[in-house]
């Protein structure tokens, strides 16, 4: 069984920050790409930020230049820095990882049970 477990939401500020950690455990053989989604309520989910194993990274329009993500490969880890946050990005954050279970497997996609991150004004 694959698990993804984030943290590091909160409640914040606006114009604050916040790094939001999400490190993936179990039966993993490679992770080829994590990223974030988030859902504001009332909202569709929507994409983030991704980033591949080799380190190519993709970020929503709305969060260019305020938010980073990361990735520590060894730890199975990915990391979003949010920062100048904006009451606009409260909501949910999920993260997600496509992944390997054995060499010869399938790719699968794996979600993470959400973290609140909350921007008041």
């Known amino acids: 069984q694959v698990q993804l477990v984030e943290s590091g939401g909160g409640l914040v500020q606006a114009g604050g920050s916040l790094r939001l950690s999400c490190a993936a455990s179990?039966?993993?053989?490679?992770?080829?790409?994590m990223g974030w989604y988030r859902q504001a309520p009332g909202k569709q989910r929507e994409l983030v930020a991704t980033i591949t194993s080799s380190g190519s990274t993709n970020h929503a329009d709305s969060v260019k230049g305020r938010f980073t993500i990361s990735r520590d490969n060894a730890k199975n880890t990915v990391y979003l820095q949010m920062n100048s946050l904006k009451p606009e990005d409260t909501a949910v954050y999920y993260c997600?990882?496509?992944?390997?279970?054995?060499?010869?497997?399938?790719?699968?996609?794996?979600w993470g049970q959400g973290t609140q991150v909350a921007v008041s004004s």
């Open positions: 997600n990882a496509i992944l390997k279970m054995t060499s010869d497997g399938a790719l699968k996609n794996y």
């Open positions: 179990g039966s993993i053989f490679s992770i080829t790409l």
